[in-house]
């Protein structure tokens, strides 16, 4: 016996936009937290320290987020 189904892949204009901007948003939200990442490097190490930021020595995988 065989079932044969259909599936509609079509995405309405509405849920591919909302798709669209979720991508979208994502992108952005690692654009962000990569140049905080980026600011907090560029200062100096004794302010780093302070906020608990750890060093480039102590960290394996750098910028791993």
């Known amino acids: 016996m065989t079932t044969i189904t259909f599936r509609d892949t079509k995405m309405s204009s509405d849920h591919a936009s909302h798709h669209l901007a979720s991508y979208a948003r994502k992108i952005i939200d690692a654009w962000h937290q990569w140049q905080a990442a980026r600011e907090i490097e560029s200062m100096p190490m004794d302010i780093r320290k302070d906020i608990g930021w750890p060093s ?4 394996d995988d750098r910028k791993v987020m």
């Open 56 to 59: 480039a020595d102590a960290a």
